[in-house]
């Protein structure tokens, strides 16, 4: 959590009343740094500099579909920590809205900016996750358009919340968001081409699913439970 803080920020419109706060947004630097850094990043997934344009992905592989859809799923984890962090005074808490803020948001950079770098779009026309050719599709609803995602409705429920509440809720809608991400970056390790980011989906799986037992032992010590699966 040692990131550089950037100045401080009026909250979006239609946000509810806080107070004006420092916050720590690297991702502009993060894609920055991910569009200086494509090409290494491809000649060390076993490319050389020459055949970067043909090795580029298509847009409809595993590689592209990963970038595109983990960057959304990350996008509302970084919304939820966003409403959290001005829902709680708790320390604990407030900290890890922020590692995961950070985190993701350099994350997101880096995928978004491997799509720049290979000339791909940021969306595509494809359903979320297709690209996992899982047996049954997910079915979005209510704006949750991927495991692990959110509703609309739970988001405003969250956003209802203060104190105690709004902690238990935050960690057990975050809980399911990153068992969702983390099987989605599992999905994708199985079936990488690309080094570089087959090693960011690998670092995801690790680092998501220790702050899952990190938050299901912060619900305990609340009196609460993990939503059921």
Known sequence: MADTPMDEIDEPS???PRRRRTVWWPAALAAAVALCLGVP???????????TVSA????DSPEAGFARDMATHHQQ???MSFIIRDRTDNAEV????????NTQANQRGMLMGWLAQWGLTQASPNPPMAWM?????YQPHDGSLMPGMATNTQLAQLQSLSGKAAEIFYLQLMIQHHKGGAAMA????????????KS?????VASQTSEIQLMTTMLAERGAQPLPD
């Open 14 to 16: 239609g946000a509810l």
């Open 94 to 101: 407030r900290g890890l809205a922020f590692d995961i803020i």
């Open 56 to 59: 580029a992905p298509s847009t």
């Open 186 to 197: 599992q999905g994708y390790v199985d079936v990488a081409k690309n080094a570089a980011e």
């Open 41 to 51: 990043a491809l000649v060390a997934s076993g490319t050389s500099a020459s055949s």
């Open 200 to 204: 960011l989906a690998q670092s995801m």
């Open 77 to 79: 984890a970084i919304d």
């Open 133 to 137: 050719h899982m047996d049954q599709q």
